[in-house]
């Protein structure tokens, strides 16, 4: 997948859809191009824990030095961070949008001077937690950061799995729109 | 020998007459000769119309030798007729009172005849009474004849009841008067009827309006003062309410023609929807029903416009809609999401690729997802049972368990 990088580092922010058998895969393409392009990737996860995420992406042969986690699934699942997890924040609750803010805030700043691209995993695990309204809210929230940054942004969702005054919301908040071709 | 009466109205026919024996109080007109007059009155004033049918027949050949009628005939006829009749000499005073009069008022014949004091009976609120002797002399002075003049009398057993009265002067053939005849129908009933069907209007939980044939507003009940924010006194005698229910013109020019159409093509109009603005400046959604009202003859009389609020109605309905939406997006795919999870660690198991750690990590992250995604269907079935309150009981419940 070829991801539209901008020379400028100005921060452009993309809804990438994908089939959901392919939503995983689509992950660790979307995190190697980031990454060895020489970027810094900020994964908010509601789908897949660090532990396993860290895995596929070594697997993939991406350079976890590059890669931060904002895990908001392990605490919630087994209410217990995993041991001896490295760059990664976990917030208690899928659902807790305040504390997930708060974690990319704090990441950016952390980060701070380096080309970052953040990259939200998934809308559609999200929707399980909170209702649609909420979700565009955060969505509104993190864009509208990211945007005053400058900074890039992949949001993942699940192709015909978002209704579509859902998705209209959504599209304002992106600069494009990215359809698996598989 | 016959005596020939004539009315002032020259549409009055003249009979001819026996002399009835028993002249009465009458000295110079018969009981009989009065009956026929009142016969006729009668038949004019619509009231008797099967016991008139052969004067109808020969209004202008009437006589009592050629029907071989006597006067006996005509004093049973009205002293039997269904209708109050009273005769007053023309001081006043009650010559002929008959079996309907006493049977509506309570009084007898023998009670009020020579007299004019039952009408103290029947009117004993003074005030009133002047009321109902100032129209009736009013007539009297003006010659007039008084039609469907509605008054409430007490009867004798004290019960109230409607009348309505046609009265006239009697005059002999040379214009004096004989005396006066009251005609009373007690519509009591009907206009127990009337008020009944009134109030059930007025008070119908549905806007009701009536607009005459040139579309000017003559009714609006309680519900369309509380829909519209207009009260009857602002809208009734004239079509400008409805400039104010539809500002925008084009959307009124729609309306109009809409309803219009309609009516050209003599249909009625079933739920038709249209959007209006109460006084209060609110949008309201209506669904109308319109029916043109016609009398015998075939002519227009009017329109009756039934409109129910639907407002409520319809933004559930749309809500709804958006929270299936809602509820579609946050089950079906969140399902599949699991499941493709579920494929991807029986695929990291197959590979060996996959700890005991992570795979009780996934089962239990999926489990959550499945937990919340039944706390999620309840959630809708929830609202479902709301909206669908006609659901059965048993179905209710098992949505909500």
């Given amino acids: 997948m070829d991801l539209p990088f901008n020379e400028d580092n100005e921060g452009m922010i993309y809804l990438v859809l994908s089939e959901p058998r392919n939503l995983r895969k689509k992950n660790i393409e979307v995190i190697k191009e980031i990454t060895d392009k020489g970027f810094t990737a900020i994964v908010i996860s509601t789908n897949d824990p660090y532990s396993v995420l860290r895995k596929d992406y070594l697997k993939g042969g991406i350079n976890l030095e590059n890669v931060h986690f904002i895990d908001a699934i392990t605490k919630y699942a087994i209410g217990k961070e995993s041991e001896g997890a490295v760059n990664c924040t976990f917030v208690n609750n899928p659902s807790n949008l305040t504390d997930m803010g708060i974690a990319v805030t704090e990441l950016l700043k952390h980060i701070e001077g380096d080309n970052v691209w953040v990259i939200l995993d998934s809308v559609n695990s999200m929707l399980i937690y909170i209702s649609s309204v909420n979700l565009t809210k955060f969505i509104h929230f993190i864009t509208s950061k990211l945007k005053i940054l400058d900074i890039s942004g992949v949001l993942l969702a699940v192709e015909n799995g978002i209704d579509p005054s859902t998705l209209a919301q959504l599209e304002g908040f992106v600069d494009g729109i990215i359809k698996s071709e598989e | ?401």
């Fill in chain 2, 1 to 401: 020998m016959g005596a020939l009466f004539r009315g002032k109205d020259p549409q009055d026919v003249s009979f001819n007459c026996y002399l009835a024996p028993d002249a009465g109080i009458l000295p110079k007109v018969t009981v009989s000769q009065v009956y026929i007059q009142v016969l006729h009155f009668s038949h004019e004033a619509n009231l008797m119309q099967k016991e008139n049918q052969h004067s109808n027949e020969n209004p202008g050949e009437f006589s009592i030798e050629k029907a071989s009628l006597t006067a006996e005939f005509f004093e049973t006829l009205l002293m039997n007729a269904n209708v109050w009749i009273a005769f007053l000499d023309p001081k006043g005073s009650i010559v002929v009172w008959n079996t309907a009069a006493e049977e509506i008022s309570g009084y007898t014949a023998g009670e009020v005849r020579g007299s004019n004091d039952i009408w103290k009976k029947l009117y004993p609120d003074p005030e009133y009474r002047k009321v109902v002797t100032e129209k009736i002399n009013d007539a009297i002075l003006n010659r007039q004849k008084l039609e469907h003049f509605e008054t409430t009398i007490l009867s004798k057993e004290r019960v109230k009841k409607q009348i309505s009265w046609n009265t006239r002067e009697i005059l002999d053939q040379n214009n004096e008067t004989l005396g006066y005849i009251a005609m009373g129908r007690d519509i009591s009933e009907i206009v127990s009827l009337g008020t009944k069907f009134r109030t059930l209007l007025m008070n119908a939980n549905v806007w009701v309006a009536f607009l005459d044939s040139q579309t000017h507003i003559e009714v609006w009940n309680n519900a369309a003062e509380e829909i519209s924010g207009y009260t009857a006194d602002e809208v009734t005698g004239s079509n400008d309410v409805w400039k104010k229910l539809y500002p925008d013109p084009e959307y009124r020019k729609s309306v109009t023609d809409k309803i219009l159409d309609i009516i050209a093509n003599k249909k009625d109009i079933e739920n038709f929807e249209s959007k209006i603005i109460s006084k209060d400046r609110s949008q309201k959604i209506i669904s109308w029903n319109t029916r043109e009202l016609k009398n015998g003859d075939g002519n227009t009389l009017g329109y009756i416009m039934i409109g129910r609020d639907i407002t409520t109605e319809k933004k559930l309905h749309a809500e709804m809609i958006e929270y299936i939406g809602e509820s579609a997006m946050r089950l079906k795919n969140p399902v599949e999401v699991i499941k493709y999870n579920m494929d991807e660690m029986i695929k990291r198991l197959e590979k060996g690729e996959c700890t005991t750690e992570d795979l009780i990590l996934q089962i239990k992250i999926q489990t959550k997802n499945a937990e919340q995604i039944v706390e999620n269907l309840h959630e809708l079935n929830r609202a479902v049972s709301l909206v669908f309150e006609d659901m059965p009981p048993e179905l209710k419940r098992f949505l909500s368990e």
